[in-house]
């Protein structure tokens, strides 16, 4: 909001005080004209007690405010108050010194209830028309102002007007910052009470939820440390014990938990005397003692479990100790030992619950996987798995075939921009990693600078910040790949890459299951000898088309299509020979269609059916043509007789032939008939006057 408009609802919303400030504003002007009055400030003695005094009462409304002593009726009407206040506070100022005057600081504390209310920005503009309207009045009283005086006033009062709210507003964010975590913590131990009898999902495995559980589970080891750090305390008379663990990184001794009450830093420590000493005992291992300079002993002593050094255990004494030297640091190193085969039993006791929250979680993830039995589905569930076990942004499944070295992406998600079916180039990155068996990671793709397409040059361009590709492996050949990328460096993260491997194994045994699930279901549906779907998968598809049909308005018309003379191909050539002529009328009709779309099937003997959806009566029967021109013209070679191979057609389409759907088959079969009887190899029409009376 713009500072004027700030400015007019301030002054509509406190209209008393701002009517009344600006007379006591008008009455301040007048004194300047007085010369007695003026001569008074320009002497500036006479109020320096009175200008005192303000800044003692302005410090305690403030240390009111702070404390929120204040009832809320004054609250309400501190603005106003604070505004009526100006004034004479600006006579104050004046009358005590000016720039010099200790008043200025009242002037401060008035122009922090403006940033209150209106912002910094305000407050900021506010502070420094102020120092300008003191500068112009002690000028007017003859004071010349100095440059420096100028510059350590307004240096005051913008820190006072706006040094306090900013760092309070600071405060409030850190703390609020903490909040949050707090909460997030204390989210995730009430979905995770215990290790046991708790559930566990795949998306446990991520790395952001891996954090949580870390940073969980160690708040609770500290917290049982600190408990143990009591006893310490009680049982040697001392003021206060801390654990101090060893940072790997650098070797230094952080304090990690404390006896005493205060949650944010040790309270009695002597700084200065103590981490020295603490450095030293862990480093040299041994219990050494050190006298405070106001009296006690600090004693510290290492904290281990065997060849293992966990940190430093301290134990500050203020009074007199209750025991010598000599007997508290041999205290020291027991009560060191004991502490470090606690932190190493819950330690184990972490790296038990971690491993068998992961191992359930695992199972979860595999479950999943394991539930498909078709090849499509088990590729989407393996791609959906792997994003809810990482933290990758996208995920994608390739199928590889070892013999001819290709491989194809057969489920991949949006954000790849790639189809199904996407071919992988020869030299690209997952080719490699399936042709060699090899694992790839990159968790900084960015610093890696790939050179290497990833699944061909043709791929749409994107962000890569990590990859990894996990080749799918059996029976020592490779069967295809998992692929996760992350849009950031270090999104991915190795111990998720070390998960997916193990749902790689899984899925690659799912794989080879789904594969024969989808052969032994191919073989279902179709016909053993021509390849063409079976009489099964014709019914199916014919009931679901007339169901489109009637739902959509869309026609759809059915080709029965007889072999010409088949028995007497049987009859002069044998079996084998009709077997050939079968296998190439079925490959002839199927070919001439339209693939994904329209269906041939190979209904009983020598007969065939084609679906033709949304297609009408017309454009069947061109159909129909095409397919009987075909045929007629590429005849069968068996060993040295040359077959020539034609077919009758009947064409009928829905609604156009017959208005009921269990009549559309029956009127093609009267068609077919009808090119039967008119000579064969040509094609006839349902009559749509009598399809309808024939049954």
Known sequence: MPLRASLIRSLARHRWASIAAAALWVAAAALFVHPATRAEFTAGSRLTWPALVALVAGLGVVAAVAGRSLTPAIRRRLPGILTILSAPAFVLVEGSGGLRSPALAVAGLLLMGVTATLGYRAGAIAAGASVLVIAVADSLLGRAPEVAAVMSATAML???????????????????????????????????????????????????????????????????????????????????????????????????????????????????????????????????????????????????????????????????????????????????????????????????????????????????????????????????????????????????????????????SASFGLREGFALGSESLVARACRHDQLFVFEDAHRASLRTAVFADSEPRRQIGSLAVIPLRRDHSVLGAIVIEGDAPRQIIDREVDTVRLLARVASLSLRTAEEFSRQHDLARRDALTGLANRRTFDERLSTLLAESDRFQRPVALLLADLDHFKRVNDEHGHDAGDAVLRHAARVLGGALRSDIDLCARYGGEEMAILLPQTDLSGAREVAERLRTLLSAQPVRVGVAEIDVTASFGVAAYPVSTSSRDTLFPAADRALYEAKRGGRNCVKTADPNIAETTT
């Open 158 to 412: 913008g820190a006072i007007t706006v040094g306090p709210l900013w760092y309070a507003r600071q405060i409030a964010r850190d703390v609020e910052a903490d909040r949050q975590r707090m909460r997030r913590v204390q989210g995730f131990l009430q979905r995770r009470p215990t290790p046991r009898g708790s559930t566990a999902v795949a998306s446990d495995l991520r790395g952001e939820a891996l954090s949580e559980r870390e940073a969980a589970i160690g708040m609770v080891h500290l917290h049982i440390a600190s408990r143990y750090l009591r006893d310490i305390r009680d049982s040697l008379c001392a003021d206060e014990v801390i654990y101090w663990r060893l940072a790997e990184e650098d070797e230094r001794m952080e304090p990690a938990a404390w006896s005493t009450v205060s949650p944010d830093e040790p309270a009695l420590f002597p700084e200065r005397e103590g981490v020295p000493l603490v450095q030293w005992a862990g480093a040299q291992r041994m219990a050494v003692a050190a006298p405070l300079q106001h009296g006690g002993v600090v004693v510290a002593g290492p904290v281990e479990e065997g060849d293992r050094l966990f940190g430093a255990l301290s134990v500050t004494v203020t009074g007199g100790a209750a025991l010598p030297d000599e007997e508290l640091k041999s205290w020291v190193r027991r009560h060191g030992t004991h502490l470090g085969t606690l932190l190493g039993l819950l330690e184990v006791r972490h790296l038990t619950a971690r491993r068998a929250a992961d191992v359930r979680a695992i199972i979860d993830a595999a479950e999943r996987i394991q539930g498909s039995v078709v090849v499509d589905t088990l590729a989407r569930s393996v791609c959906e798995t792997s994003l809810q076990v990482t933290s990758a942004s996208r995920s994608a499944f390739v199928a590889w075939d070892a013999a001819s070295g290709t491989g194809v992406v057969r489920s991949a």
